[in-house]
């Protein structure tokens, strides 16, 4: 089933997603839903509060929609970041930022993320280049932020400033 997706300045965006503390079938539909989705979206990730599920859960594909090779959930990850390897820039879009809008984000080049699986196995590895950008992506959203967060204000108002624009035409 597909889920409406969330989009800013959407408030809700905003919450703290709470831990998933029971991996039941409720969870396995929902995890299974939000593939589907992210895959129609034509995205490589998703997170629970992006479908206005507000639990620490998050779907991942790098390999894409056409591919679908590389599915995975993660329940409650936590992500270390490994400070040695310093930081990447990469160019970011979100399923929920209207308008297509992608810009560059100063992210960890290397992260190590703990979750659980759908087996509530838990689950360790260590990531970088386009996963490390991903998961923090993803995990950003269960904490309520959003990438546009991370950019300057004259960006940020820029872009807010398209949409504001955007939606005032839509209205004539
Ligand atoms: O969380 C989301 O909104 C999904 C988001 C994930 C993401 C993409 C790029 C960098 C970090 C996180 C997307 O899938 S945006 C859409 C997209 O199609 C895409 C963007 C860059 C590379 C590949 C796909
Ligand atoms: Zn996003």
């Known amino acids: 089933m597909l889920l409406p997706i969330l989009k800013f300045p959407d408030k809700r ?15 396995k539909t929902l995890a299974k839903n939000m593939l589907e989705t992210m895959y129609e979206a034509e995205g490589i990730g998703l997170a629970a509060p992006q479908i206005g599920q507000f ?13 679908r090779s590389d599915s995975m959930v993660l329940i409650n990850p936590k992500l270390t970041k ?12 979100c399923l929920s930022v209207p308008l297509n809008y992608r810009a560059k984000v ?25 996963m490390s950008v991903c998961l923090q992506h993803e995990v950003d959203h269960l904490d309520g932020k959003l990438f546009i967060d991370h950019l300057s204000m004259l960006k940020r108002g820029m872009y807010t400033s398209r949409l504001a624009n955007k939606a005032k035409k839509e209205k004539l």
């Open 13 to 27: 965006l905003t919450q703290v997603s709470k831990e998933v503390t029971e991996i039941n079938d409720e969870i």
């Open 55 to 67: 639990i620490r859960m998050i779907v991942i594909d790098l390999s894409g929609p056409e591919e």
């Open 82 to 93: 490994i400070d040695d390897a310093g930081e990447i820039s990469g160019e970011e879009g």
């Open 106 to 130: 100063k992210r960890s080049a290397k992260v190590i993320v703990e979750a659980v699986d759908l087996d509530n196995k838990p689950v360790k590895f260590e990531a970088e280049d386009l």
